[in-house]
């Protein structure tokens, strides 16, 4: 099957159905391809923070009505280190600016939602596995559905490539068109999701000796947990018993404070940081996880995403409505700094954290670094002030052109 469209829009993650939902709006026709089925994307689990300017954009476009009755409104984190524990209020600090816990597989459902509501096409079981003519006028993607179903090619204005990071869309760029930013890092994170009540209504960040340890709210019942470990550490390595044990010393809970629940999922996160610039190839545009993957630390992820999909649906509406091509031009240096300031708040983040390697020659000086910015986050107002407003985000919103 051949169709035409303006914008083939590659990945049904938050990126791509954000945008395809604002386009949708502006009656910009547009077509999404996903690899996996609706079922898989509606339930894959991963975060579940909202920045204060990712709710206003979903707002703005009518996509936050669950979210806002069924999520959770959060103002404050708290931090332990060897039984001494501080909140930082930065709701207070920012001036009103907060969270909303709500996980991305919610969102995502309410997303194909809207869009299928609203007449949109969306191809789930479709992998895209050719992006073609991307520096001409009409590219082509090619898409090759599972089992004997026809191939779909999809001819159009411009390609969204919002396939996450080993999506079809990066691939197609020639060698040399885009240079990589890439940093690996020393530790790994044990993700855990467990059926469990949270132990009280804060994002707890614990460092400990053994390991930083992470308890961060979904759902009244579900609570996602994070557990520091080696480089190459295998889930099988973790049996559940192991992992209470250690989430209770390094959290410093009891069993009554924090109950054992059966464990849902049990990955270790490959802790990698990675930008690529431009976010452009000719007619390509990529966003979210297809162009940056930032660590957890921080959940920034799935408002990069978000906030790269706003910024991409301004400009191709400024397009359409005959702004010319210098709107779409500017995507990548509207985006870029937005997403190294994330990096550098994550990456900062990752080191308030993280206990170093012990028997590295320089661990126990990192380590006192580490305490020390523990106690100006505590201590110092200047301090706690600058953390919260990268914490919760910027208010800044892209402009129309
Ligand atoms: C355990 C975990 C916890 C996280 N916690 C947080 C958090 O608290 N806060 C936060 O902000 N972020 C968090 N993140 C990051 C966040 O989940 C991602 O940044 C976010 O999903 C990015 O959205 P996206 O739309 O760019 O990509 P994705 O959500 O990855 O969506 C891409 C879509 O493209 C599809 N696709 C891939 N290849 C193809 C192809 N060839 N053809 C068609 N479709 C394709 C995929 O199936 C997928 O549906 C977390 C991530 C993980 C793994």
Redesign the pocket.
């Given at each position: 099957m051949r169709l035409g469209t303006r914008v083939a829009i590659?990945?049904?993650?938050?990126?791509?159905?954000a945008l395809a939902n604002v386009l949708q709006q502006a009656g910009i026709d547009c077509v999404v391809?996903?690899?996996?089925s609706r079922a898989?994307?509606e339930a894959?689990?991963?975060?579940?923070?909202?920045e204060h300017r990712t709710v206003e954009f979903l707002n703005d476009h009518g996509l936050a009505d669950r979210l806002l009755a069924e999520g959770a409104r959060h103002g404050s984190c708290e931090f332990r280190h060897l039984g001494e524990r501080f909140s930082v209020r930065y709701r207070d600090l920012t001036g009103g600016r907060e969270h909303h816990v709500y996980p991305?597989q919610f969102l995502?459902r309410d997303l194909i939602s809207a869009y299928l509501a609203g007449g949109g096409q969306l191809f789930f079981s479709?992998?895209?596995?050719a992006l073609d003519g991307l520096d001409g006028d009409r590219p082509v993607l090619r898409?090759q559905p599972d089992g004997d179903a026809e191939p779909l090619e999809l001819e159009c204005d411009f390609v969204a490539g919002?396939?996450?990071?080993?999506?079809?869309?990066r691939q197609a760029v020639p060698a040399g068109r885009l240079r990589a930013y890439e940093k690996q890092h020393e530790f790994g994170w044990l993700?855990l999701l467990a059926e469990t009540p949270p132990a009280g209504d804060e994002i707890i960040y614990a460092l400990h000796e053994d390991g930083f340890a992470g308890h961060?709210l979904r759902t009244p019942s579900v609570t996602?947990f994070y557990l520091q470990c080696p480089v190459g550490d295998h889930p099988e390595n973790w049996p559940d018993q192991r992992i209470w044990s250690a989430l209770h010393r390094r959290l410093g809970m009891t069993d009554a404070e924090l109950a054992p629940g059966p464990i849902t999922e049990k990955?270790v996160?490959d802790m990698r940081s990675f930008v690529v610039e431009p976010m452009q190839y000719g007619r390509l545009f990529l966003?979210?996880?297809?162009a940056h993957?930032?660590t957890?630390a921080g959940?920034?992820?799935?408002?990069?995403?978000l906030a790269?999909a706003e910024e991409l649906a301004t400009r191709l509406l400024a397009h359409y409505r005959g702004a010319g091509t210098h709107a779409l031009d500017g995507y990548s240096a509207a985006c870029l700094p937005r997403i190294w300031q994330a990096q550098e708040f994550s990456h900062w983040m990752l080191h308030l954290l993280h206990s170093p390697a012990a028997g590295q020659d320089d661990s126990a000086f990192l380590h006192r670094l580490q305490l020390s910015r523990l106690t100006q986050l505590r201590d110092s107002p200047a301090y706690s002030t600058m953390f919260s407003d990268s914490y919760v985000g910027s208010s800044g919103r892209p402009t129309a052109h």
């Open positions: 590659v990945g049904a993650g938050p990126a791509g159905l391809v996903e690899r996996q898989y994307v894959r689990a991963r975060a579940g923070v909202l991305q995502v479709h992998p895209a596995v898409c919002c396939d996450g990071f080993y999506g079809a869309s993700a961060m996602r990955n996160l966003a979210g996880d297809a993957i930032i957890p959940g920034k992820g799935m408002n990069l995403a790269d």
